[in-house]
């Protein structure tokens, strides 16, 4: 069978994409690699879900090579790659329908109007392939609100020195704030900062056949078991199947992307749950199986006029792969310092602390240097149980404790204090360090090549997150918390990553156009994260579903385009 589109991949890239087009009346064929789960499978228990990394392959089946640098004693430097079957290091973050948007925390800030020109803003740096996005915040901005409507994103917008524009209020009203929120503003007021609630694609009330959120404490890293979050399943792909146009096979690994001497696509191939071979034909294929994933699928679709790859006669795809720069910080409230009305809010669990500091997005500080991107700085409290245990079962001197020692340390770790904890988010600069390529001998269980990846970082991340980190630490200060510390480094977070196949106009330097179709192939588009020349200072997922909107609707005239010639 014949299909219009062809999805490659089901997360925040792709479901834009099957809803848009399957409610125009296209036919769309999405495969997943992963299974189909829905609500009911999303259950809240860490030793499953957290430790066991329950929605991802095993790393013995499906894994990567990461590339490191090392040093000698003598100085000498030299890159290394390790499995991560060896290391446990997994760079899936869920290989299920919908993608990894199941598994999001939802803080959806948008970027800013610099983050689409940081070439032009702040100049180059070295050692860094800085480059402006061939369109505009503005060109963007409607498909974020579209995002907020569609995908339901829940927040207030209040003033702010670095406030973006925007052409519509939120759609829903903000989620149930923790009573340490208010502790946040009150002591930023009091040093000058400026503190804002945090944008989240999570329902506050029941709405487009989804329930609202549950309050259970457990979201990021978890599935969603009421549909309040929104992933691209719960609130894109359920309703482009409902259509009656989007058909999804579930557990269906492409591993080439065809095509003939002229360089045409002729199809996809794939293999189904039991490993028989299938091939799927369509008028056009979007490639958005998340960035290391997608550069990984170009790679290998060699063909006669693209030997090196597809897209790639150019060298360019799986350059310039990306995550996200910064780190953590942390600071504890001892319960006997506090009053017994504050031990009790301190206690809560459910809703979200929600807040967060954007007022060094750009910094312009003398004793920072040249004025540089900043980022932002997101308040939370890890609810996981076993993950605050561990520890608990060791003393002071290292030595292992059981029994009544180990109830009291587990008793003293629940009992008489809580942590509150601020994630770092800022550009990690593209670089020649941080790429994809396949790797000569490592091979998944169908036996095609997996990624090898480099993850060069640059030393301006640590200097810009160590900059915000300090801030960080010092709101904590005038929280009154203790033990307070934070860490800055230039490992990458595995649930963070775009570029690879970076847009842009000239096709000597960038894979796709400004409308993510591949320079060197007429109905082929990538719509996942790696588009991203840069990737600004938040997480990326709201601003891929709202490129992939764009690109969507793009798509959508074009189909419409060839059904007219059709008719006509």
Partial sequence: MSFDICVIGSGAGASPVAYTLAKAGAKVLVLEKGPWLTEKE?????????????YNPKLTDEQHVIEELYERESGETFWQGEPTSESGWSFWSGTVVGGSSNFMSGYFHRLKPDDFRLKSEFGDIEGANVADWPISYQDLEPYYARVEQEVGVSG???????QEPRSTPFPYPPVAEHGVSAWI?????????HTMPVPRAILSRPDMGRNSCEYSGYCSSYGCSSGAKGSGRAALLNHAVASGNCTIKPESKVY????DKEGKITGVLYYDKAGRKHKAVADFYVVACQ???SSRLLLASKGGKFPNGLANNQGQVGKNLIFSAGGTGRGDFFYQDLTKDQVNTMKQVGPFVNRALQDWYRIEDKAFGKAAKGGTIDFLFHQNPIARARGSQWDENDNLVWGEQLKQNLKQEFTTYKTLRFEVFNDWLPNDDCFVTLDPDITDKWGDAVAKVRIGFHEHDLKVGEYLAEKGEKLLRAMGATNISSSVSGAPPTNLMAGGCRFGNDPKTSVLNKYCQAHEVDNLFVTDGSFMPTGGSVPYTFTIYANAFRVADHIKQRWQLKQREKLG
């Fill in 42 to 54: 999303f259950y809240k228990d860490e030793l499953a879900i957290s430790l066991r990394d329950a």
């Fill in 156 to 162: 207030r917008v209040v003033d702010h020195p670095h």
């Fill in 185 to 193: 503003d009150e002591a930023a007021q009091s040093i000058g900062y």
């Fill in 256 to 259: 080439k992307i065809e095509t």
């Fill in 291 to 293: 960035a290391i994933e």
